[in-house]
């Protein structure tokens, strides 16, 4: 039976997760881990941009550093200073715990950070902050060596005699260490010598802090990706500077964002030319005079404490498009006791960890059974013959991921016990999740009329979408 489980992660979905351990029961030991001093994970902003890119960046194995600053480190994220959510708060709601009526259907990070601090106010006893998990290996059990993130450590990253590692054992580890931190940053032909010839005129969505950051720059603005960042970079600098910014979009976009005129969309990119600053584009279009490339392609899933079992002939990682070996992209039947947290793109993150903490609470306690190694391998097999071996293997785009849930649902709600349920979804929320193109495009006109944001009541006032009530 397992008695002990650590939890690496003190984001939103990690909070979940012991929230979820612990009211189900039956463990000695819920610990949680957190490399940062408070909770909140990606939502934590912080002016200071990863100043390290690798360009390209096409290794997974590669490790996001700290900033040392004057007030301890700072591990550098892609949420940036004018981030709106792209979810209405109510699907970003944990059972139980209330955005304030108030908020605006889609709100400032601020708001979202606020909101995870309070729902983690409880669990703080349960967590080991500025403590970075720097390896997990199997041995009789998972062997977890962690570390304090200090000057003595280089922020976590050195051994030290004086600040030694912690080293413990644990029947199961629950990693939820977010999925949008290793930028990726595609090899694409004449890229290399683009950044020697022009230093500096490559950037990251992860680098990107403010429009007003690119608002003085020369030249043509180029920016690579069409989902959720690459739209909201372009809106944001459409509006603030007023000028034309391009975007190359080698698919349509799923999810929900702004529009503006002055966004001029251009297909797949064909090559870079340094020698005439020219991007070339596959329908042999050609955008010269370009001051900068900003890459909104996405993350590499990068799980740098497993480097053993990443060596191992049952890895984990590989080229950073998915992770191996995983019973519905979050049990990993190649090495039982570990598990993922809300790895899957287009999903409502919170929701799914909630479900899934309390899905695998009570696998490891005995109550909900998993299919047969071959059955749960099977499964995965015919998923990467649908999906192949890309970054889009996990992806859970809405009603997928609604029928996930109701898996999961399924199986928690067989287990029959007295133990937590999740929250099950309401008329209102089913509406919210089938409109929310709809009302963020609504939310943002109407911000750009009036300078006001929509509450969830002003919206449904507006009788744009039949909650069926
Ligand atoms: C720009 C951006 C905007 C987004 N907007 C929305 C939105 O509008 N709505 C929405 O629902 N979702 C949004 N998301 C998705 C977002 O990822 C989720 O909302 C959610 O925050 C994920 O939580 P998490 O706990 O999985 O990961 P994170 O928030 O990334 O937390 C992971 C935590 O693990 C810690 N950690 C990592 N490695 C270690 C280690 N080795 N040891 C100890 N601790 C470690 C990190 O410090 C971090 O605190 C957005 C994501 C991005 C990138
Ligand atoms: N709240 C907000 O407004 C907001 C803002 C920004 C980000 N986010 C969130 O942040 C997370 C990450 O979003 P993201 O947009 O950064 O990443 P993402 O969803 O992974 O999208 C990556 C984009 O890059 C494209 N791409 C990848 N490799 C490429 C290549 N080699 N050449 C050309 N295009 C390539 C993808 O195209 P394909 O689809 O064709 O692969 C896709 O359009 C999501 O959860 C998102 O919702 C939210």
């Known amino acids: 039976m397992c008695k002990s489980v650590c939890v690496i992660g003190g984001g939103a979905c990690g909070l979940a997760t012991v929230r979820a351990f612990l009211e189900e029961g039956g463990f000695e030991k819920v610990v949680g881990f957190e490399q940062r001093p408070s909770f909140g994970g990606i939502w934590n902003y912080n002016e200071l941009a990863d100043q390290n890119l690798s360009i390209p960046s096409v290794d997974p194995l590669a490790v996001v550093n700290p900033i040392k600053t004057e007030n301890g480190y700072v591990w550098p994220n892609a949420v940036y200073d004018a981030l709106e959510t792209n979810t209405p708060y109510p699907l970003m709601e944990f059972r139980d715990y209330k955005f304030p009526e108030s908020t605006p259907l889609f709100p ?96 990251h969505s992860k680098t990107f802090r403010s429009p007003r950051e690119l608002a003085g720059l020369e030249g043509n603005i180029l920016v690579i990706g069409n989902s959720a960042s690459g739209i909201d970079i372009c809106y944001q600098f459409a509006r603030y500077t007023g000028r034309n910014i391009y975007k190359s979009a080698r698919s349509a976009s799923r999810v929900p964002g702004g529009t503006s005129d002055l966004v001029i969309e251009m297909p797949d990119i064909s090559h870079l030319d340094p020698e005439t600053a020219s991007v070339f584009f596959v329908d042999g279009r050609r955008l010269e005079n370009v001051g900068c490339i900003i890459f909104a392609t ?80 099977s499964q995965e097999r015919q998923l990467l013959g649908l999906r192949g071996n890309l970054p889009a293997f996990h992806d859970l785009l809405y009603p997928d991921d609604i029928e996930y849930m109701d898996l999961l649902m399924k199986d928690i709600r067989m287990a029959s016990d007295n133990g937590p349920l999740p929250k099950e979804w309401t008329e209102l929320e089913i509406a919210l999740r089938k409109n929310t193109k709809l009302l963020k495009a609504r939310c943002l006109q109407h911000f750009e009329r009036t300078g006001q944001h929509l509450t969830l009541r002003e919206a449904l006032s507006l009788n744009i979408i039949d909650t069926g009530q």
């Open 108 to 203: 400032h990070r601020s708001v979202v950070l606020d909101y995870i601090s309070r729902y983690g106010e409880d669990l703080r006893q349960h967590y080991r902050f500025n403590t970075r998990i720097v390896e997990v290996r199997r041995g009789q059990k998972w062997i977890v060596r962690s570390r304090t993130v200090c000057d003595a450590t280089a922020g976590g990253f050195k051994e030290s005699d004086s600040v030694p590692d912690t080293v413990e054992e644990y029947d199961a580890v629950m990693v939820a260490t977010g999925v949008y931190d290793l930028p990726l940053i595609p090899e694409l032909k004449g890229l290399r010598q683009w950044h020697e010839k022009f230093p500096n005129t490559i950037l």
């Open 298 to 377: 996405g993350f590499l899933r990068s799980l740098p404490f497993f480097a053993e079992i990443n060596r191992s002939e049952k890895p984990l990682i590989t080229d950073g498009s998915r992770i191996h070996g995983l019973y519905r992209h979050c049990w990993s039947y190649e090495h039982p006791g570990l598990a993922f947290i809300a790895i899957s793109r287009y999903v409502l993150p919170f929701h799914v960890a909630e479900i899934q903490g309390i899905w695998l609470a009570k696998i490891l306690q005995g109550k909900i059974f998993l299919p047969s190694f071959a059955e749960m391998a």
